[in-house]
């Protein structure tokens, strides 16, 4: 294990154990080292490590998301190695009460950022939150989030012609446009820019898909299956091995720093470090997921932030690949730090 610091008492829960290789302790330490070194980096910059409370605090809502904070993923929620249908996940506990008509509710659309899904904050009106998050995600990425590589399969022109929510399913209906061109790999992501969009909201654990008023069972030239709702867990392979729902690309973070979100890694764990623009290591700590090893799992922490410059900064994550024998630091979000 990668790191023996816990962020629940109990033990996380994994999926049945596969063959280990041999260098899973090569990998494990190469994790530790590289935190260590970022620790040493702090020190010799001109600060210490930031602490992190470890303790998760599942089931709250993020204080910037009042009104969407995503579904918790069960070990339920991810498709079984033939493929069968998932269930739905159960939506995470939110707000007992709507937010009032008219008020600013901060929620996340999902762009690309390679080929796997990122979000990016967006403001929306309530009560139309969810349609107007997807209003927001079909408008595309704006001009700094494309600078940082954000992009979208979705295509331009593409519209929102109605959205429905009962009992957990929102049907959404789009123009045609929303199928016009691309392979399996561009229907498929944008797919799961709606889904994940959508189901960033409580009310919301699934998607169904209607085009210009149709239903849709078969989507696009190579047939993607939509004969049932689809949730996030049927988009696993362009989900990050570590998801950070928030902070998302753009925020401006002041210590302490809440950061949460899904992690589906060896053994469940990973490292999150924050720098600032001269590469001096602001905050960096080991996290423990719910559970991993094939089964997503939700984690939850503040961070301190010391020793940094103000200005641009960036949130990285850290994690093993026992399959490519090598240590992951892929998962990016851009930030602004202050005191």
């Not at 009962?166 to 789009?174: N, Q």
Request: glycine fraction near 12%; proline fraction near 10%.
């Amino acid at each position: 294990m990668a790191f023996r610091t816990r962020t629940t008492s109990a033990r996380p829960r994994t999926a049945p154990a596969r063959p280990r290789r041999s260098r899973k302790a090569p990998l494990a330490s190469a994790l530790a080292l590289a935190l260590a070194l970022s620790a040493c980096a702090a020190g010799t910059g001109g600060g210490g490590a930031g602490a992190a409370d470890r303790t998760p605090r599942t089931g709250s809502a993020a204080p910037q998301d009042p009104a969407a904070t995503p579904a918790a993923p069960s070990a339920s929620g991810t498709r079984s190695p033939g493929g069968t249908a998932p269930p739905p996940t159960a939506p995470a506990p939110g707000p007992t009460t709507p937010p009032a008509e008219g008020r600013q509710v901060r929620t996340g659309v999902y762009f690309l950022h390679g080929e796997r899904v990122s979000p990016a904050p967006r403001s929306v009106t309530a009560p139309a939150t969810v349609a107007g998050a997807l209003r927001a995600l079909l408008a595309g990425p704006n001009p700094r989030e494309r600078g940082h590589g954000r992009t979208t399969a979705i295509p331009e022109g593409t519209r929102l012609r109605s959205l429905a929510v009962r009992d957990g399913v929102a049907t959404v209906d789009l123009t045609g446009r929303y199928d016009d061109g691309g392979g399996t790999l561009s229907m498929r992501a944008r797919l799961a820019q709606v889904v994940f969009t959508a189901t960033r909201f409580p009310a919301v654990t699934s998607v169904r898909f209607a085009l210009d008023g149709g239903p849709v069972t078969r989507f696009g030239g190579e047939g993607v299956d939509l004969a049932r709702p689809v949730g996030r867990a049927d988009f696993e392979d362009l989900t990050p091995a570590v998801l950070v729902e928030s902070p998302m690309i753009g925020d401006t973070v002041r210590g302490p720093v809440r950061v949460w979100g899904t992690a589906n890694t060896f053994e469940a764990s990973f490292g999150l470090r924050i720098t600032d623009a001269d590469g001096h290591t602001a905050a960096h700590t080991p996290v423990m997921a719910t559970s991993g090893n094939g089964v997503r799992g939700t984690f939850d922490l503040t961070v301190r932030l010391q020793g940094f410059r103000e200005g641009p900064g960036t949130l990285t994550a850290l994690w093993d690949d026992p399959e490519q024998e090598r240590l992951v630091s892929e998962a990016t979000v851009p930030l602004t730090l202050r005191r």
